[in-house]
């Protein structure tokens, strides 16, 4: 029974790993590719596709925030355990993203068309924002990240929370993680309205998110993480936000 639970376990933490890396790979593609195209005007109504569009984000952006919450994630590990609470999230979270990939709806029309030497600095804020990533995500667990590194069992003694770092773009913004994604989307030079809706989706969500998650931050880190607020002014945008 126990070694069954333990297979379970594990495949439940690497198949959402895998899920995760697929999610995000599909994403890409879809923003590249599906969303880059311009429908004719036979196609669904600008006021519907967009209206469509909100519904599918919101969706997902409410799972992404209520299950991050302390009181969800009890909840999860106690029907699930503590060592798959992770996965459970990571699972749902990367089949919502799916779902809503897969039913976006490209928009008739252009936010903006860039021409050189403008789309020159679009592409360059793009390769901007994918070093940010890069930089703050090896600074992460990206195992735990992703699910594949589970929470340690009641039983096992404590870890070391991870201390928190003003290294690299940690010590321009408190979440670069937020401000690479931006970049990378917002930098776009054939910038259609299919698109232009799901940068400006991101980024009104994360406007309002990042508060709730600092206020979960706080939580867990407590007198140092108010230390490094008043360290790195700024959440996402340095000068700006």
């Not at 069992?153 to 929370?161: D, G, L, S, V, W």
């Not at 880190?221 to 002014?233: H, I």
Request: glycine fraction near 10%; aromatic fraction near 12%.
């Amino acid at each position: 029974m126990g070694h069954r639970h333990t297979s379970g376990c594990v495949a439940l933490t690497w198949g959402g790993g895998l899920l995760f890396v697929a999610s995000l790979a599909y994403g890409i593609w879809v923003y590249m590719g599906r969303l880059g195209t311009v429908p004719d005007e036979s196609g669904v109504a600008p006021v519907v596709a967009v209206s469509m569009n909100l519904v599918l984000f919101l969706l997902f952006a409410s799972h992404h925030s209520l299950m991050a919450r302390s009181a969800p994630k009890a909840w999860i590990s106690r029907i699930v355990g503590p060592q798959s609470e992770r996965a459970v999230y990571v699972w749902v979270a990367s089949l919502l993203f799916f779902g809503m990939c897969a039913l976006w709806q490209p928009v008739a029309g252009y936010a903006w068309r860039l021409h050189s030497p403008w789309a020159w600095i679009g592409r360059g804020l793009q390769l901007m924002g994918l070093l940010v990533l890069v930089r703050a995500v090896r600074s992460l667990e990206i195992l735990h990240f992703a699910g594949i590194r589970r929470e340690s069992p009641p039983t096992a003694p404590a870890r070391e929370i991870t201390p928190l770092t003003t290294a690299g773009p940690y010590g321009w913004v408190r979440h670069p993680i937020y401000l690479g994604t931006l970049l990378v989307l917002g930098g776009t030079p054939d910038m259609t309205l299919g698109r232009f809706t799901f940068v400006a989706a991101t980024a009104a969500y994360l406007a309002v998110a990042v508060r709730w998650e600092e206020r979960s931050l706080v939580d867990s880190f407590g007198d140092a993480y108010v230390r490094y607020q008043r360290q790195v002014r700024w959440r996402i945008l340095p000068f700006i936000y």
